[in-house]
């Protein structure tokens, strides 16, 4: 989706695309999903001025994208600011975690109300994963509840879209379509949800009036292609 956005807004640039985790391949050693993300980053974002030397052609930018309900589910994510005590807390990864004995509580006492709060919880994970100074802009995207709330935005009626559990399962696919496109078996397959990302791309200036993190992507993104870029 994100890079759907960016063709978008910026339809004159040339933009080429590398997918690092899952790789093009789809075939990654770490997990796909979230946990592959944070493990990604956990073991390469100290490394990644490095590894960005090593890269070729040039990358001039990386976005790292984790979806809000993260922060909503996943106790593992709450490990460093719980109080109670895990003799596994700081050696684990989330795919390692065996959440039915995690001791961790949520929702978690130490933050906010949400969505904010969950953007500033991963938020501050993800960055920590990596160098203070990198030799590339980072680009951290934190929808909520998931990107699947921008398509909710943009095409229905709806307030409050960053509150919504999971939109995937409880509007967009409860029934046989959405907006005139089917949803064969309740999946994301890749026909149908390219379709209804180009229904969503016609209403994105309501989808920025109700979803903070799309209208901060689009303000990162933007700040970004106004910057000249170094050459090779």
């Known amino acids: 989706m994100l890079s759907s956005i960016i063709d978008y807004l910026f339809e004159n640039e040339n933009v080429t695309y590398r997918c690092i985790q899952p790789d093009e391949t789809l075939k990654t050693e770490y997990a796909n ?23 070729s052609p040039k990358l001039d930018l990386l976005i790292v994208q984790m ?12 490990c460093a600011c719980s109080d109670k005590i895990c003799q596994f807390r700081g ?6 975690c065996d959440t039915a004995t995690c001791p961790v ?3 978690c006492e130490k933050h906010g109300e949400p969505p904010l709060s969950y953007v500033t919880h991963l ?7 990596f160098p203070t100074e990198t030799v590339i802009p980072i680009i951290f995207v934190i929808p909520c509840d998931s990107t699947d709330a921008w398509l909710v935005a943009g095409l229905d009626a709806r307030e409050n879209c960053e509150l919504i559990h999971d939109p995937w399962t409880s509007i967009i696919s409860v029934g046989k379509s959405y907006h005139d496109v089917r ?12 379709e209804l990302i180009d229904k969503m791309l016609n209403n994105w200036g309501t989808v920025t009036n109700r979803c903070s993190q799309a209208k901060a992507f689009e303000q990162e993104i933007q700040e970004f292609f106004s910057q000249p870029l170094t050459p090779d």
Do not use: T
């Open 67 to 78: 979806d809000g309900d993260v922060s909503r589910n996943e106790k593992v994510s709450h």
């Open 105 to 107: 509580d949520i929702p």
């Open 33 to 55: 999903g979230w946990k592959g993300v944070w493990r990604w980053c956990s073991e390469n974002g100290k490394s990644l001025n490095q590894i960005v030397n090593g890269i």
């Open 91 to 96: 050696n684990m990864l989330p795919s390692e």
């Open 123 to 129: 938020g501050r994970i993800l960055r920590d994963f």
């Open 183 to 194: 949803i064969p078996k309740k999946k994301k397959a890749k026909g149908p949800y390219n």
